[in-house]
């Protein structure tokens, strides 16, 4: 995993040094995009972490009046600056919000939650639906029902729960 670059040091650094410390405390999980050929090379990646956000930053719709809301964090996604601008950073986006979709139909949670590093960053979530919180910008919110119907308009299977 040395050798992934993003072209984001902190993104790269965590995968490095701290993707797997997560993994084995509980707090994250980390999946990996690698070749088959080359296991060992990372072209992408992406981690996912139980969270909940308070009802004052969601709209109505969004938090259907709970006071805190189960959700999931994709608290990393990179794609290798190799493939930078092949439309893959979508695949990778995908393969997260099926990944918690289907994790919330084991442990239940309404929302996917991402704090976005940069307003690049935030336009590419807002592209796929997410809507920003109330006084963040750069926190951005959908709606797992919303992911439910974005896979079933991809024509996209939700995998089953590993």
């Known amino acids: 995993m040395a050798g992934f670059d993003c072209g984001v040091a902190s993104l790269n650094m965590w995968l490095a040094e701290r993707a ?27 981690s996912l972490a139980p ?37 893959l950073g979508g695949q990778v986006l995908i393969d997260a919000l099926s990944r918690a979709a289907a994790a919330s139909e084991v442990g239940g949670g309404r929302l996917i939650v991402v704090d976005a590093l940069d307003d690049a960053a935030a336009n590419f979530y807002r592209h796929y639906d997410f ?17 439910r119907k974005l896979l079933e308009d991809a024509d996209t299977n939700i995998p089953p729960p590993r």
């Open 20 to 46: 797997l410390r997560a993994q084995q405390a509980g707090t994250a999980r980390t999946f990996v995009w690698v070749d088959a050929k080359v296991p060992e090379k990372v072209w992408a990646y992406f």
């Open 51 to 87: 969270t909940e956000v308070s009802r004052d930053v969601l709209s109505r719709g969004q938090s259907s009046g709970y006071t805190t809301v189960p959700s999931y964090l994709l608290a990393r996604l990179a794609l290798h600056t190799e493939l930078h601008g092949l439309g």
């Open 131 to 147: 809507t920003p919180v109330k006084g963040d910008p750069r926190r951005l919110v959908l709606k797992i029902a919303s992911v």
